[in-house]
């Protein structure tokens, strides 16, 4: 036999020295005659003799002699079965017993070359899959990386161990050629749990610890543990167990952390080595997201933040960076940034980026030579920017958003290029995208991206990307429709109308919504808006014609007395106060399964049919074109606003601040979730009771002032003025300028009424539809829209008839409906009664109240504002308070814009129905001790 092999080893040897092409079927001959020669003579058993063992390896020695072009055609023979099998049998052997024989370990690493070589050589990988991903082959290599330390403790040489390391990296590169992995997920999910216990192993732990970061080699081990398990466990893509993840946090990043917080005093000796290592640990980490949220708040996920700030601030590596991104330095800047995009995804780690104020550490980033560090850090500055941030520099914020169109534009003009899928490119794509739909929930963004004319860049590139890209364009062009010049563009523009409600069929749920959003900001929205004032103002109507006909204590009926507007990324907290709420009785709408919210009819009816509307407020909620959508309409149709903080530390601004404006918030970030909730109930009970008043006291009241006048405009039922209809005859009379009027970045909803300038009570009637008003009350300021109401409410009869004349004389004959009237002071009741609070009746009462308070029981409890009990032991990092001997305090938190903002003085206006409080001053500090009384507003 020895003879036979030798001579085919000669011809084919020979045969070197002719054409490839020429030979080629002649060397597949001879190739399988040997194979086949083999399998007669050297029948496979698992008790391998000496003399088997030897003539084997004489065998393997030959086919490793053979070129591999000559191999790559026989992809697949019984011989190479028995070949895998004595390789399983060998590994079994040292798993059990420790210990092989020195032409066992020889003929192991002969048979994994062979491997190798053959593997190198097919370019269709699938054609060994066959025989090669053999279940049992695989579970054996995964048995001996499960018990890995023992197996080294005995293989002090790591003979053995090193052939184990090369049979794992031919099935790690087998895995990335498959074309379709999860036709394979089976048979190497096996080994994705053993490449985990790897991770995990003291071994692990021992080889990172003990390198040196200035060498450039790493020993067996050392690639073994720090390269080649990471590697494979990321590139794994099939399905797994939560548990092996929770493993690798629970166990990984804190050992990571500790490693990396030794080695980061060395960074400036970093070899290449060392860099590699750091490289796959990020990368290892970045494998985990979307299971962050139980971790977000440890420390060692943060001090993972703090080393990655400080490789990518290293000047060592950043001056080694080029443009092709082919040095070490480079590509670890690249994956360090990589996983702070990971982790900006979770609420309370982005909350922890931002404390560390690295803007101008990323603003210096985007100058660098690598396309991929710029784009990477374009999206950091686009979570971490603050509303203060946009507004300080306007040159900043415009030179920002052109960069980033600029690189959008080359990119697409890049993929538009190529014929075929590119996955480097559609990546910067999606980057550039998602940090152009992160900015845009800064209204001066809205504002630059017209002024840059690049709106027409996102409608005209949507319908060519993947579900995702389109879901993320669709979403931006939805958060720009608030914008309304821009939404006066999209309305004209018939083309891109069409696409979009042909897309709110599509089967992709994300897109659907999307679309669904776009149509309803456009169009939808105003109509369902004017339908509900038609009903506020029918209803008023209703109640001053026939109040013998209406219960004064009588509070409006809901189908849901709550409705939770909430950002999906914040659902722990939400559940656990719906959970809250209805074990209260109270009736909840909320929607927990759908990630891009509800379909926006589904939302409005929510809206519509609730009492009160929670906004849980976080960065996520306000980021979300969805969530706005909500919270806006919410806002329009009068809803009863519950604002409540769910992240810590968190503070609205921009258009969330000012939807809010200056109304009473639970902090649940800050507070512990009883107190909070029972905080809640409170503010609910009082907005329920303060409602109760102003219908009792304001029905009386205003039937009384108006029935002469009522009954000579509403003798006729059917004759019976509305907004909508009148809104034709307004508009033939009064000039565009009461119709025309953007209000988008008005601040009045946001500030005392007593500060409103003139531009603030126009902006404030044109949003209340009060279009006829705005002539009347043109010269007014706050302080003199508050007299203008008193007078009203004093004397409504002669005051409308003066009106009236008023508004005839000016504009030909026009008149002024009852129902806009009716409705002015329904808004300025409303208004008024939205900032009134009893401090001092609160004290007193709070000593009686329950502390559990149920939907049914609130109509018993007496009005107070929100109450904090606090005592000497106040935590360090809440607001300081002067020292009082009263034990309870009334809170008021009111949502600041960005600045540090608040604590008003008080100053009370007499009316005929009730005693409102409104702030006076501007704000200076988070809270405020009034002169008289202990009580944080």
């Not at 703090?306 to 480079?330: A, F, Q």
């Not at 690598?370 to 306007?394: C, T």
């Not at 794509?429 to 209204?443: A, F, G, M, R, T």
């Not at 559990?852 to 032991?873: A, E, G, L």
Request: glycine share 2%; proline share 2%; charged share 25%.
């Amino acid at each position: 036999m020895q003879s036979s092999l030798i001579k085919e080893r000669t011809t084919i040897n020979n045969g070197l020295l002719r054409s490839k092409s020429i030979y080629s079927k002649s060397y597949k001959r001879e190739l399988e005659d040997l194979l086949n020669y083999s399998i007669r003579n050297l029948k496979y058993t698992s008790k391998r003799q000496t003399n088997y063992v030897n003539k084997m390896n004489e065998t393997i020695n030959i086919l490793n002699s053979i070129p591999s072009f000559i191999l790559s055609n026989i992809t697949s023979h019984r011989f190479y079965i028995s070949i895998r099998n004595i390789i399983r049998d060998i590994l079994l052997d040292w798993y059990s017993s420790y210990i092989l024989t020195q032409e066992e370990i020889y003929l192991l690493r002969n048979c994994i070359i062979f491997f190798y070589r053959l593997i190198n050589s097919v370019k269709d990988i699938t054609k060994l899959t066959s025989w090669l991903l053999d279940r049992s082959f695989i579970n054996t290599l995964a048995k001996c990386m499960n018990d890995i330390d023992r197996l080294l403790y005995f293989d002090k040489e790591n003979k053995i161990f090193e052939q184990l390391s090369n049979l794992f990296n031919i099935f790690s590169k087998v895995y990335r050629r498959l074309p379709s992995k999860l036709q394979y997920e089976n048979e190497f999910y096996r080994l994705f749990e053993a490449t985990m216990d790897c991770l995990i192993s003291s071994n692990y732990d021992r080889e990172f610890r003990k390198f040196k970061t200035n060498i450039q080699s790493m020993t067996i081990k050392q690639n073994f543990f720090l390269i080649q398990c990471p590697s494979f466990f990321t590139i794994y893509h099939g399905s797994y167990s939560n548990e092996v993840i929770e493993q690798l946090l629970d166990t990984m990043v804190p050992r990571y952390a500790s490693i990396l917080d030794k080695h980061i005093q060395s960074i400036k000796q970093w070899k290449s080595s060392m860099i590699h290592i750091v490289h796959h640990v990020l990368l290892t980490i970045t494998h985990a997201k979307g299971y962050y949220t139980p971790y977000a708040n440890g420390q060692p996920l943060q001090w993972l933040i703090d080393d990655i700030i400080r490789i990518i601030s290293e000047p060592c590596l950043l001056k080694k960076v080029n443009e092709k991104g082919t040095t070490s330095e480079t590509i670890l800047i690249n994956s360090a940034l990589f996983t702070l995009t990971t982790f900006v995804h979770e609420p309370d780690l982005l909350a922890y980026i931002k404390q560390l104020k690295k803007i101008s550490l990323f603003n210096s980033l985007v100058s660098s030579s690598n396309e991929s560090i710029v784009i990477y850090a374009y999206m950091m500055l686009a979570y971490i920017l603050e509303e203060d941030d946009i507004k300080s520099s306007e040159k900043d914020t415009g030179r920002l958003l052109s960069n980033i169109f600029d690189l959008l534009r080359k990119n697409i003009k890049s993929l538009s290029k190529r014929k075929q899928h590119n996955e480097f490119i559609e990546r910067n794509i999606s980057l550039l995208v998602e940090s152009i739909h992160v900015l845009l929930q800064h209204d001066q963004i809205k504002s630059e991206i017209l002024k840059q004319n690049a709106l027409s860049l996102l409608i005209n590139n949507y319908q060519h990307f993947n579900d995702r890209l389109k879901r993320l364009l669709l979403e931006s062009i939805g958060s720009i429709t608030f914008d309304e010049e821009a939404a006066g563009r999209l309305r004209d523009n018939i083309q891109f109308i069409n696409s979009i409600e042909n897309m709110q069929k599509s089967s992709d749920d994300g897109i659907k919504k999307a679309a669904e959003k776009i149509i309803w900001n456009l169009f939808t929205e105003s109509e369902k808006v004017a339908q509900q004032k038609e009903k506020i103002i029918k209803k008023s109507i209703d109640s001053i014609d026939k109040p013998e006909e209406q219960d004064k204590s009588k509070v409006e009926e809901y189908l849901y007395d709550i409705m939770i507007s909430y950002c999906h990324a914040d659902q722990q907290l939400v559940n656990k106060i719906h959970k809250f709420l209805i074990d209260k009785g109270f009736k909840i709408w909320v929607d927990r399964d759908n990630m891009y919210g509800p379909a926006m009819e589904a939302m409005a009816n929510a809206v519509e049919n609730s009492e009160f509307v929670i906004i849980c407020m976080s960065d996520s909620y306000k980021r979300s074109v969805y969530c706005q959508a909500e919270a806006e309409y919410a806002f329009r149709c009068k809803r009863r606003l519950l604002p409540i903080i769910v992240r810590q530390g968190y503070r609205a601004d921009g258009w969330l601040g000012l939807l809010i404006g200056s109304r009473i918030y639970v902090d649940f970030g800050r507070l512990e979730f009883t107190k909070a909730c029972t905080l809640l109930l409170k503010e609910i009970t009082l907005q329920r009771e303060s409602q109760l008043n102003n219908n009792t006291i304001g029905n009386h009241s205003l039937h009384e002032n108006h029935s002469n006048l009522i009954e000579s405009k509403l003798s006729d039922k059917n004759n019976s003025t509305t907004l909508k209809i009148n809104e034709s005859m307004e508009k033939s009379k009064l000039p565009n300028k009461y119709f025309k009027r953007n209000t988008k970045k008005s601040t009045y909803s946001s500030i005392s009424i007593k500060q409103w300038t003139k531009k603030d009570v126009l902006d404030f009637l044109y949003d209340s539809n009060l279009h006829n008003m705005m002539p009347l009350c043109e010269f007014m300021t706050g302080c003199g829209l508050i007299k203008f109401y008193q007078m009203c409410q004093t004397s409504p009869t002669r005051l409308y008839n003066q009106l009236n004349e008023e508004l005839t004389s000016q504009y030909d004959g026009l008149r002024l409906p009852i129902g806009i009237f009716t409705q002015f002071l329904s808004e300025m009741d409303q208004l008024t009664r939205s900032s009134s609070v009893s401090p001092i009746q609160a004290i007193e009462q709070d000593a009686i109240r329950s502390q559990s308070i149920s939907p049914s029981q609130s109509s018993k409890s007496p009005s107070s504002p929100i109450i904090s009990k606090r005592n000497s032991n106040t935590s360090t990092n809440s607001t300081s308070l002067l020292k009082s001997p009263i034990k309870s305090v009334v809170q008021y938190n009111s949502i600041s814009p960005s600045q540090d903002i608040t604590s008003p003085n008080f100053a009370t206006i007499q009316t005929s129905c009730n005693v409102h409080i409104t702030e006076r001053t501007t704000y200076q500090t988070k809270s405020i001790v009034s002169p008289t009384i202990n009580h944080v507003v």
